[in-house]
C-alpha cells in the first residue's frame, strides 16, 4: 500500500521559516515528479511546487517563487519544502503528491498519490 505522510507544518509568525517533508511508503518514487498542493479554507487545492526526477528541474507558482524551494533525498526517498518569508496567506493545509502521469505539473488530477497534508498556520 502506497502512503505519503507529511510533516513539518505548525503555527508560525508572518515573516518566519518552515520545513515540510514528506515521507513515501510501499514504493520508491525516484523516477516520479513529485510535487506540493495546498489548500486554504473554503479554497480549492492549489499548485505550489513540482520536482522533475530527472532533470532536478523545479517548477513553482508565481505566489511562492523566491520564497519556497523543493528538494528531495531520493535515498530517504523522501521530499521537502523549504519555506521562508512566509505570509498569512500561506495558511493551509499542505499535500505532498507523487505518481504524476500527464503534461502539466500544477494540476491535481494528474497526480495519482496523495498525502494526508499537514497544517501550516501563519500569524500576522
Known amino acids: 500500500q502506497v502512503q505519503l505522510v507529511e510533516s513539518g507544518g505548525r503555527l508560525v509568525q508572518a515573516g518566519g521559516s518552515l520545513r515540510l517533508s514528506c515521507a513515501p511508503s510501499g514504493r520508491t518514487f525516484s523516477s516520479s515528479t513529485m510535487a506540493w498542493f495546498r489548500q486554504a479554507p473554503g479554497k480549492e487545492r492549489d499548485f505550489v511546487a513540482a520536482l522533475a526526477p530527472l532533470s532536478g528541474r523545479q517548477y513553482y507558482s508565481d505566489s511562492v517563487k523566491g520564497r519556497v524551494t523543493i528538494s528531495r533525498d531520493n535515498f530517504n526517498n523522501a521530499l521537502y519544502l523549504q519555506m521562508s518569508s512566509l505570509k498569512p496567506s500561506g495558511t493551509a493545509v499542505y499535500y505532498c503528491?507523487?505518481?504524476?502521469?500527464?503534461?502539466?505539473?500544477?494540476?491535481?488530477?494528474?497526480?495519482?498519490?496523495w498525502g494526508q497534508g499537514t497544517q501550516v498556520a501563519v500569524s500576522s
Open positions: 503528491t507523487a505518481g504524476f502521469g500527464g503534461s502539466s505539473v500544477s494540476t491535481s488530477s494528474q497526480y495519482r498519490y
